[in-house]
């Protein structure tokens, strides 16, 4: 077999996450290609495999399967002998009726809480996204019901319904969401699962990788006292230039610019940061991050996004954001 596995960056990537379980589950050899937006390339090599221009995309020899739940189907029906699916009829109804949900469903719990192995705080959750976890919680507590005697998964041993939630499980443990104790206990079976805990090292790699790529800074920057989180990175790397003209209430304004900036900094692929604002209000903050990936992460921040809703009504009378790649940099002296 010539299986290949197209996916993004595994410390984002729910959608990924998935089929890869299976097959590292199933213990099949396999390649994987990892297709990183800051790469020039990027949508020219995603367009030239898959036909909807998005991963997670298998490949096995002339066939292709472009969407995450036709590719675990595809795995289960190509290694029968994984059992990836529950053997008993009934079982399998119910652990593909649950797969479907989680496909189509939980969508408040994903957009308020994007995929992020690297974040490791608390996030205040609002009604829509509690209903999404309550919902969770249910189908938990059905699974346990019916096949708990069987095992710890949700049918009793792993199946394809694990692997769909997954990311689910990624989510909570990352927000510190609390779910009542059933529920945890089935967010630890999982976490511990070998085939999870390869993903989330596997995935700290990548980022650190990534952020590997950019050179520190040597040289009379250093020697004046600037600390390497105040530095410009040297090329290659991505710069979010933002500038504004202020029109709302100061101290709301240096508060919330306070708390962006020390979130900023704990976000995985954050470089550096720096900002300035004249007296007429007009400023710009430009904030440096080693990948499209990660600009794309922090502009999907919850707590980022807030802010960002908090701008536009309150404390910007305009603004102009722009992205853009560092190609070159000179200091003097």
């Not at 994984?82 to 119910?94: C, Q």
């Not at 989680?102 to 509690?130: F, Q």
């Not at 346990?144 to 792993?158: A, M, N, Q, T």
């Amino acid at each position: 077999m010539d299986l290949t596995l197209h996916m993004f960056h595994k410390n984002y990537s729910s959608w990924s996450l998935r089929p890869w379980l299976l097959l590292v589950v199933a213990g099949v050899e396999f390649k994987e290609v990892m297709h990183w937006p800051s790469e020039s390339t990027f949508r020219a090599g995603i367009n030239a495999v898959s036909p909807s221009g998005k991963v997670p995309l298998l490949t096995d020899g002339d066939v292709t399967i472009w969407e995450s739940l036709a590719i675990c189907e595809y795995i289960a029906e190509l290694f029968p002998a994984a059992k990836l699916w529950p053997e008993d009829r009934v079982t399998r109804a119910w652990a593909r009726s649950a797969s479907a949900e989680m496909h189509a469903g939980l969508a408040e719990l994903r957009r308020h809480c994007p995929m992020n192995l690297a974040r490791d705080a608390k996030l205040p959750l609002d009604p829509a996204t509690r209903k999404d976890v309550a919902r969770f919680e249910a189908i938990v507590a059905d699974a346990r019901k019916r096949f708990g005697s069987d095992g710890p998964y949700l049918c009793g041993r792993f199946s394809v319904a694990d692997a769909m939630f997954a990311p689910v499980i990624t989510r909570i443990l990352s927000y510190r969401i609390d779910v009542n104790a059933e529920t945890r206990a089935y967010v630890d079976t999982m976490r511990a699962h070998p085939a999870v805990d390869r993903w989330y090292r596997e995935a700290a790699e990548q980022v650190k990788g990534r952020v590997a790529q950019i050179s520190p800074i040597t040289g009379p920057e250093v020697a004046n006292g600037v600390t390497p989180d105040q530095q410009v990175p040297d090329p290659a790397c991505w710069a979010v230039i933002f500038e504004s003209k202020f029109g709302g209430s100061r101290e709301e304004y240096d508060k919330l610019a306070m708390k962006m900036e020390e979130l900023a900094r704990k976000q995985p692929g954050f470089l550096s940061i720096r900002g300035v604002r004249g007296a007429d209000g007009i400023g710009i903050t430009v904030s440096y991050w080693d990948s499209l990936e990660s600009i794309a992460a922090w502009k999907a921040n919850a707590e980022h996004r807030e802010a960002q809703s908090a701008g536009r009504s309150r404390l910007y009378s305009s603004y102009d954001l722009r992205v853009a790649r560092v190609e070159r940099r000179r200091v003097h002296p």
